[in-house]
T-cell receptor, first 114, second 111 residues
Framework: DAGITQSPRHKVTETGTPVTLRCHQT?????MYWYRQDPGHGLRLIHY???????DKGEVSDGYSVSRSKTEDFLLTLESATSSQTSVYFC?????????????FGSGTQLSVL | GQQVMQIPQYQHVQEGEDFTTYCNSS?????IQWYKQRPGGHPVFLIQ?????EVKKQKRLTFQFGEAKKNSSLHITATQTTDVGTYFC???????????FGKGTHLIIQP
């Protein structure tokens, strides 16, 4: 498996609290992504990064922010968590975004917002 | 925006039966990728199809890309319990959307 570490693996928090999820890679890949996975919705892109300090929104970015200060780290922040943000969050990486680039996924973070 | 529809959502089969999942895109794709996610696991890349009408095989798995590059299928022959999981297709148009995932097909195998 690709060198991708997500932390924490599990998180329970209360509505209105801030939460930060971390993705760390050892592959020196340029692109990093945050997805959420929910029953009936599959994988939906939240935000992605194409380099240090370069990020863009995905399909479901409302309520989330990201930062990438180093190539290896991509942080996802929920400024004020809501119950609708209860989900499994996956980080993914790829070398590029061209037509031949495949994604490598981390093991996921199960987030429960009570 | 680009949409990728995948059917069926769930498929129950007896062990040894065949299984097929289908993907359809609203737009022409540059390529399509397939991923497998075991229960409790993370998606893992299986294969990528690029050419119109392309067919690729991986042991009991056969992947097809339609002539118009708007649809694809994954067929598993003689399913085994190790095939259990969710199979996702993901289409790439080459635009800013990047990869768009289908909602996945959950394969449930009864021994």
């Amino acid at each position: 498996d690709a060198g991708i570490t997500q932390s924490p693996r599990h998180k329970v928090t209360e509505t209105g609290t801030p939460v930060t999820l971390r993705c760390h890679q050892t592959e020196n890949h340029r692109y990093m992504y945050w997805y959420r996975q929910d029953p009936g919705h599959g994988l939906r892109l939240i935000h992605y990064s194409y380099g240090v300090k370069d990020t863009d929104k995905g399909e479901v970015s409302d309520g989330y922010s990201v930062s990438r200060s180093k190539t290896e780290d991509f942080l996802l922040t929920l400024e004020s968590a809501t119950s609708s943000q209860t989900s499994v969050y996956f980080c993914a990486i790829s070398r590029g975004q061209g037509s031949n680039e495949k994604l490598f996924f981390g093991s996921g973070t199960q987030l429960s917002v009570l | 925006g680009q949409q990728v529809m995948q059917i069926p959502q769930y498929q129950h089969v007896q062990e040894g039966e065949d299984f097929t999942t289908y993907c359809n895109s609203s737009t022409t794709l540059s390529n399509i990728q397939w991923y497998k996610q075991r229960p409790g696991g993370h998606p893992v890349f299986l294969i990528q199809l690029v050419k119109s009408g392309e067919v690729k095989k991986q042991k009991r798995l056969t992947f097809q890309f339609g002539e118009a590059k708007k649809n694809s299928s994954l067929h598993i022959t003689a399913t085994q319990t190790t095939d259990v999981g969710t199979y996702f297709c993901a289409g790439y148009t080459g635009g800013a959307d990047g990869l768009t995932f289908g909602k996945g097909t959950h394969l449930i195998i009864q021994p």
